[in-house]
């Protein structure tokens, strides 16, 4: 390795480039892995501490680890363009395929269009000739002849496997359905693949394509372990295996699957499965309902059940040049609608909903794993990606269960107290004991020989779920009873958690610990902490703090058709993997399948009231759409655990709990509903508002007056543009109160996003929550320079979000913001460059 140097030394050269020994380098490169940005004072003590660089000036050591670090960054770099490119190939090559299967598509419409305009014109219609016909058109009807009869044997198994086998890939790859793009999803290296609903076919029906970094067989292994991705999945039994001929597999399954909400049943299948390879190398997992019609083996109806119809569906997967593997995915399925109430009939007549509950859940879930193995295999808590997985999959699991009440699993339903808004249900079956019993044989004994499950469904008008559900998740005070929870944690014996060393986030008296983060997806399994949960005398048993396991989905509400959801649980003091669970919760699935929501962090109706005139009546046209327009179905289940003998009091009690929720849930949707937003000043931001323009102008002039810049672009548009501007500024910008613990008043989009929050939860967040150690000294060494001069530049660092999420950024300023009569009002910051680490 040769470096500049100015005068020659022993064992350097006199020239213009040192040579540094092999030995040098080894000992630099040793260090480097110890630290790879050294002070100078550390440098110097390298130096003294490795006799073999003494006679390197510190200079040249600096530069050695700038030259080291650029190339760990190019490094890094190439390799990270490399896996772009790669991903591009692929994806390029996926958009061909999918672009040579519209034009067979456009070229079958117009022979349609063209064959059906001919045969209005004349009087022959009602003997259409299909001999010209495709075996598979685009429209929703085969014209081939109905399939002969089949049989139970195994050749009239194979029979029917191979005609589902090519169902499947007509739909995969040809023109069997017409296919749209899903609303929202579009294409690209970064995207989940590219996601398609159908148009105008027999059920509902959704496709995506994507890349996945696994090999084929890794991918089908997964895929067939359904209930390990598809959290409605209840079990899937294997009833019989047959091999093929041609090396493939047919099975006979039974799969049950939950129902979402206490207004519907749940729905099973009996399905065969085949698997095969084709003639390229491609591996296939098809699928189909069997049906009397089929003359092949039969499944009784199942009490609590109703039998829905699977339609050729399944997995093609195809080896990638370079590794991994090209998925395409189809699913089509007839979930009988009519069994259910007309209200909930959308959710089972959407495409939408089918492509983000089961289409993308198994791309996810591929893309997880991928992550996961590409990545340090043991997370920040010494848990492994794949224990975290298997919690979040015990909560939703518990909460289904919970929630769907099956008598094969114990649960026993109580009779009402006269009013059957409310439902209960008790199961004291060994079974169910048996998981929270265990924990106990360290320390505790057991004391609960009973579980109680009190649930019920409502119906939401005006209000998106996903900021229903983020106001549930940062104001659990809006709606829980401490004597509740305090309750639920003694009833488990659940003792202190210890997980200290955590970066937290916190919203109203509660702390949250995050676990875990879902890629391309926003779920998030944390860790909520409540303190003082019991206060009174008689409490004296009660734990002074509780920790919850909580798993939260769903928040974004640009995700078209998906469900909301907040799960959680006491957790033991082990806080174990195998922990026992006794999940509650809340879910609320949106019932309109078309794209309800606005922009996101739509809490205060932010997007509308930038779009107000003057005169304040120009609200903008998503708002105005989807006012009064979004209607969802929230379904609670809480679960209790009791000594049987206490059965009526805990019934009682947990009939009130679940009724004063739903009075608080109905209060907090009227509140946040857009109409409420419209016609209460008080509960909606001011932004839009004189105010609101006022706060903007005094946040540009301040920046002006202070630091000799103009923050923003100016448009000469007045101040209504210039807040228009600010919200849309790409650098994080928030406001701070001037008092002794100063809390956030205001942020931008940037700002909102980088926190993880909402204008509505923003003034729960303090300032000194979002810093680390290093970053709260630092914030109060530079407090008194802003607050004398006016500002203050810091130097980039580690921040935390809302959600305890670290985020870095290149650097900040702070300034302090002036009124109109030159009084410090709010400190203002700006976070430039800032991405989560």
Not at 153 to 165: D, Q, V
Not at 497 to 506: E, N
Not at 531 to 550: I, K, N, T, W, Y
Request: contains cysteine.
């Amino acid at each position: 390795m040769a470096m500049s140097c100015k005068d020659g030394k022993p064992g350097l050269d006199n020239g213009k480039y040192v040579r540094y020994t092999p030995e040098q380098v080894e000992a630099l490169e040793r260090l480097y892995h110890d630290c790879p940005k050294p002070s100078s004072i550390r440098r110097q003590q390298l130096i003294r501490e490795c006799p073999i660089l003494s006679n390197i000036e510190p200079k040249q050591i600096k530069v050695w680890f700038q030259n080291r670090r650029c190339r760990e960054k190019q490094r890094k770099e190439a390799s990270r363009l490399q896996a772009v490119n790669r991903k591009l190939t692929a994806m390029n090559k996926l958009l061909m395929e999918e672009n040579d299967r519209l034009q067979k598509q456009v070229s079958q419409l117009v022979y349609e269009n063209g064959y059906f305009r001919q045969h209005t014109q004349s009087t022959t219609l009602a003997t259409k000739d299909t001999s010209c016909e495709s075996v598979v058109t685009s429209g929703q009807h085969h014209l081939t002849p109905q399939h002969p009869p089949r049989d139970a044997s195994p050749a009239g198994l194979l029979s029917i496997a191979e005609e589902t086998l090519a169902e499947f890939l007509s739909k995969a790859t040809g023109t069997a359905v017409e296919w749209v793009q899903m609303p929202g999803m579009k294409p690209g290296p970064d995207s989940i693949g590219i996601v398609a609903i159908s148009h105008g076919c027999t059920g509902v029906a959704a496709r995506a394509c994507g890349l996945v970094g696994l090999e084929p067989t890794r991918v089908a292994e997964i895929l067939k372990d359904r209930p390990s991705w598809f959290r409605d999945c209840r079990a899937v039994d294997v009833v019989n295996v047959l091999p093929t001929a041609n090396g493939g597999t047919i099975e006979l399954l039974y799969l049950q699957l939950y129902a979402p909400t206490t207004l519907a049943p749940a729905r099973d299948f009996w399905l065969l499965r085949y698997t095969s390879v084709l003639e390229d190398g491609s591996l296939v997992v098809c699928e189909r309902s069997l049906k009397n019609t089929q003359n092949g083996p039969t499944m009784p109806p199942v009490q609590h059940f109703v039998r829905a119809e699977m339609l050729p569906s399944g997995y093609l997967i195809r080896p990638c040049e370079g590794g991994g593997s090209i998925i395409h995915i189809v699913d089509h399925m007839d979930l009988e609608p009519w069994s259910v109430p007309e209200v909930l009939r959308p959710l089972y007549e959407s495409s939408t909903v089918l492509a983000q509950k089961t289409t993308m859940a198994a791309l996810r879930q591929l893309r997880q794993i991928a992550h996961e193995v590409s990545q340090s295999n043991v997370t920040g808590w010494g848990r492994r990606p794949a224990a975290l997985r298997v919690l979040s999959q015990r909560l939703s699991r518990g909460f289904n269960e919970a929630l769907n009440g099956f008598t094969d699993e114990g649960w026993s339903m109580m009779g009402n107290d006269g009013m059957d808004d409310v439902t209960i249900l008790v199961n004291s079956s060994p079974d169910k004991l048996m998981g929270l019993n265990l924990s106990f044989a360290n320390e505790f004994p057991a004391v609960s020989n009973a579980v109680l499950c009190a649930k019920a469904s409502m119906l939401l008008q005006n209000v998106p779920p996903a900021i229903l559900l983020r106001f549930l998740r940062e104001h659990r005070s809006e709606w829980a009873d401490n004597n509740i929870d305090a309750y639920s944690a003694a009833a488990v014996k659940v003792g202190p958690c210890s997980l200290a060393g955590s970066r937290v986030g916190s919203f109203g008296g509660q702390v949250i610990l995050p676990l875990a983060h879902t890629i391309e997806h926003d779920e998030f399994l944390e860790v909520i902490k409540l303190e003082g949960v019991g206060h009174s005398p008689e409490d004296a048993m009660m734990p002074r703090e509780m920790f919850l396991l909580q798993l939260c989905s769903g928040m974004d509400e640009n995700a078209v058709g998906s469900c909301a959801e907040l799960i959680f649980a006491p957790i033991d003091a082990s806080f174990a993997d195998d922990a026992p669970l006794l999940p509650s919760g809340f879910r609320i699935i949106p019932l309109d399948s078309g794209k309800e929501a606005s922009s996101p962090n739509r809490t205060l109706d932010l997007a509308s009231a930038l779009e107000i005139g003057p005169n304040g009546t120009k609200a903008s046209s998503d708002y105005s759409a989807n006012n009064g327009c979004v209607r969802s179905v929230m379904t609670i289940a809480f679960e209790f655990a009791f000594e049987s003998h206490m059965q009526e009091h805990v019934a009682s009690m947990a009939r009130q709990y679940v009724r004063s929720i739903i009075s608080s849930v109905q209060r907090v949707a009227l509140a946040l509903s857009p109409s409420h937003l419209s016609s209460h000043a008080g509960l909606r931001s001011p932004l839009g508002t004189p105010e609101a323009q006022t706060l903007a102008r005094w946040i540009c002039n301040s920046y002006r007056c202070y630091l000799g810049v103009e923050l923003l672009k100016s448009s000469g548009e007045g101040s209504e543009s210039n807040l228009k501007t600010l919200w849309h500024h790409s650098d994080a910008v928030m406001c701070c109160s001037m008092k002794a613990l100063p809390v956030f008043t205001f942020a931008n989009q940037a700002g909102l996003d980088m926190l993880e929050t909402t204008l509505v939860a923003l003034q729960d967040i303090s300032l000194e929550k979002i810093f680390d150690d290093h970053g709260r000294k630092t914030l109060c060494s530079e407090f008194p320079q802003i607050m004398q001069q006016g500002f203050s530049c810091l130097q980039g660092g580690i921040c935390l979000s809302s959600m305890g999420r670290p985020v870095s950024y290149e650097r900040a300023v702070a300034w302090k913001v002036l009124n109109e009569e030159e009084n410090a009002h709010c400190i203002c910051f700006m976070f430039v460059n800032w991405s989560f680490v």
